[in-house]
């Protein structure tokens, strides 16, 4: 290449590339300043929301609305974004309901604070305040004011119901998660801040915490006297109602603490960033004449740096600018060898289901996430860190000099939360949920490329443990990742060879006992032993083998039913157990729609049985509400199982069309001998009975818990007091029999009759 002639003879008679370069860095610095003078911007517009919210929290009106705040909106969003601004703005106004109205005011918040770059302008230890201003304290606010709301209209119920019991528990839950975690969240991060503002804030976070203890303590007697109290009369609802203004007041003298640490930090950025923009200017001033007289001399340096540049292209990421996978090979090659006491430590970071944001909402946004999620880590990394961007949602975070582990994780369960939150592209909001998967060089062991694959298998684990979860690599994981590549080689054997079968458990009438429907459970026959799902589903899930495991269920179920409809009286529901991606797959649902009806069945046949679960992430979950409801219009049964195990069992009552709910094993043992616990029981059974809802126990092994349930209002049960789950044929000779017996008692009556 001719890289030393050509860069020799540029800069000898132009200096261009000099020139070049120190044009693109000055404009960078420009605008690093454009960008905190418009994060200031979007600090002043939140700002003049505060009051305007509070007053909302307290009185449940807003008295008089700045006038010139809808043209501030207008400007900071631009031509594109301020008709989205100002509608928030006169929803939150407008909006009657007080606790729709808060709500709407945070939205406006937090699309200010995204649109105003709030989390990426300040210093590190600044960076976390943002969620705290505009989501945790807001929520605290929003969850009192919606509890002090429901004390108000509990006093004036002339009888409390079930419903009304139970919805006290659930929204102090919601304050007590709100207002604990911007407590936690206080006394983890303000001990970092410096700054006169600093001692102010944590002064004002004391006042908030006692506030809260004593609203939380008011809190207390609504829910203990609700939950005894026949009419409004008998609940005691004054002391919160009178804490509420309080607990306000404390939460907005803490928020208006931290806007103003974040304002001081912004300006505080701003000076320095100008200044060294000046500085630089007059250096690079007295650089670029110096470097005219020695262009030449320099000329061989400049163009082997040139070379080594152009080289270095293959090692970064395109999308997000960070360096790739090739590049972190690299670094980890180049550590030196450590001693007894160096520590090295890698973490991979994964977005959970990031595939399916990309065919929800497109390539193009999926690439925006990802490189707001590249910023964001860049802004939370070490500066000694080496981030890079390994392949699809997955980043790698390399640390060379560690020294504690327990710090080391605790940065990787907050890196974990800080990117795991709700993002707003365009006009899109998308949830997102991450996991991480650590490893630790011990002191003394080499440094080798396979830590990379040591931290994978970690991630595998964290990830089994469910959404925001880390785990740090052990020896075991590799062993079980041995052991369930095994499995799934014979795994999918098996299911060439048709070993894979569903086995039914029995469902009976609680009051006839009468068979009325079965449970279909996957089992793997293996050279005459059976294998349980505990024991190769793991393997199954790693390998990918789970959409075809549950079509085999599907269909020998869908086989079962068929022989039933030419041989047998009456119904029968066969329960399949249906995953979330089959939910939330429109053209899964209309499939099973249609092999049904190709089939000759009917869609009433079947129990579609629905972990509650997949209803916790409410965006997540709209796409799996609307098939639901579908799959219910279409004549679906649809069973909402191990009821009362999640959050969202209240609101799934409410926005699903649910048959039957399925309460939990852990509802049921032991049900007949213990008080506390027929109180919950029986709410649950109450609940669902309230709506017209169906109720099936599941795990019920004794007779005990069997009357129970009965004297209860329990409809249908299943569990080893009835069977455990058989094979099929076993199953259809059951309901045969059961059918005979049945015959005969009518053949004895009709003589008996006619007699």
């Known amino acids: ?184 969240e206080t006394s983890r991060n303000f001990g970092l801040l410096n700054g006169p503002q600093a001692e102010k804030l944590r002064q004002k976070a004391e006042q908030y915490r006692k506030a809260n203890v004593e609203f939380q303590s008011n809190g207390a007697k609504l829910l203990s006297t609700t939950i005894k109290a026949s009419t409004g009369k008998d609940i005691t609802t004054e002391p919160v109602i009178a804490a509420h203004p309080m607990l306000v007041q404390a939460t907005f003298m803490l928020w208006q603490g931290v806007l103003d640490y974040m304002n001081e930090d912004l300006q505080q950025q701003r000076t320095e960033t100008v200044f060294a923009v000046s500085l630089a200017g007059i250096v690079g001033a007295i650089v670029i004449l110096g470097a005219f007289g020695i262009a030449i001399a320099l000329s061989r340096a400049l163009a082997d740096r040139t070379q080594r540049e152009f080289e270095d292209l293959g090692f970064h990421d395109p999308m997000t ?150 785990d740090t690599f052990a020896p075991e994981m590799r062993t079980i990742f041995e052991k369930h590549n095994e499995t799934a080689h014979e795994l999918l054997d098996a299911i060439d060879a048709g070993n894979i079968v569903p086995w039914f458990q029995p469902q009976i009438d609680i009051n006839t006992g009468t068979i009325i429907g079965a449970e279909a459970l996957v089992r793997w026959i293996d050279k005459g032993n059976i294998r349980y799902p505990g024991s190769f589903l793991p393997a199954a899930e790693d390998a990918g083998y789970m959409e075809l495991i549950e079509q085999i269920v599907r269909q020998q179920a869908l086989a079962l039913a068929a022989d039933l409809t030419k041989r047998k009286k009456g119904q029968i529901h066969l329960g399949l157990n249906v995953s979330a991606d089959l939910l939330g797959n429109r053209e899964a649902a209309d499939a099973l729609h249609d092999n049904i009806l190709k089939m000759g069945l009917k869609p009433s046949d079947f129990s579609l049985e629905i972990l509650e679960a997949v209803m916790i992430d409410e965006t997540a979950s709209i796409p799996i509400k609307e098939n639901i409801a579908r799959l219910s219009e279409l004549g679906f049964f649809i069973e909402l199982d191990d009821f009362g195990t999640g959050h969202s069992s209240i609101s799934s009552l409410r926005d699903l069309h649910v048959d039957r709910v399925k309460i939990d094993r852990s509802f049921i043992s032991g049900v007949d001998k213990n008080p506390d616990l027929q109180k919950f029981t029986s709410a649950l059974i109450n609940l669902a009975k309230s709506l017209d809802i169906s109720v099936l126990a599941e795990g019920v092994e004794t007779a005990g818990e069997f009357n129970w349930l009965r004297r209860n209002g329990c409809d249908v049960v299943q569990g080893f007091l009835i069977s455990k789950a058989i094979p099929v044929e076993q199953l259809m000779d059951m309901i045969l029999q059961q059918d005979r017996q049945s015959a005969g008692h009518e053949r004895e009556l009709y003589q008996a009759m006619e007699a």
């Open 1 to 184: 290449m001719y890289i030393r002639g050509w860069l020799t003879g540029l800069i000898v008679f132009l200096l261009a590339p000099s020139l070049l370069f120190a044009s693109l860095w000055f404009y960078n610095k420009f605008e690093n300043v454009s960008a905190i003078d418009r994060s200031l911007s979007g600090l002043s517009l939140v700002q003049a929301l505060g009051p305007l919210i509070q007053e909302k929290a307290i009185s449940g009106e807003i008295s008089h609305a700045p006038p010139q705040l809808r043209q501030e909106l207008s400007e900071f969003g631009g031509i594109d974004r301020s008709d989205y601004l100002n509608g928030l703005l006169v929803n939150f106004i407008e909006e009657e309901d007080v606790s729709k109205s808060l709500r709407k005011g945070r939205d406006l918040a937090i699309a200010i604070a995204q649109m105003g770059q709030l989390t990426t302008s300040g210093t590190y230890e600044g960076s976390k305040l943002p969620h705290l201003l505009n989501d945790m304290l807001l929520s605290v606010v929003i969850e009192s004011t919606k509890m002090a709301e429901n004390a108000r209209k509990l006093s004036k119920r002339p009888v409390i119901n079930v419903w009304d019991k139970m919805s006290i528990p659930v929204q102090g839950g919601q304050f007590k998660v709100a207002a604990d975690g911007a407590s936690r």
């Open 321 to 470: 600018g960070l360096p790739n996978r090739r590049a972190l090979l690299r670094a980890i090659r180049k550590l030196p060898e450590t001693s007894a006491e160096d520590k090295v430590g890698l973490i991979v970071f994964d977005l959970r289901q990031f595939k399916k944001i990309n065919n929800q909402h497109g390539d193009r946004n999926g690439d925006s996430i990802l490189r707001s999620v590249a910023d964001q880590l860049a802004t939370l990394a070490e500066p000694e860190d080496f981030l890079s961007r390994t392949s699809g949602s997955e980043f790698v975070l390399l640390r060379s000099n560690l020294k504690e582990n327990e710090d080391f994780e605790q940065a990787a369960r907050e890196i974990i939360e800080a990117i795991s939150n709700e993002r707003t592209v365009g006009e899109l909001k998308v949830a997102l949920e991450a996991n991480a998967g650590l490893y630790i060089k011990q002191p003394g062991s080499p440094v080798t490329e396979s830590m990379l694959i040591d931290a994978t298998l970690a991630l595998r684990s964290a990830k089994q443990k469910g959404p925001r979860q880390n």
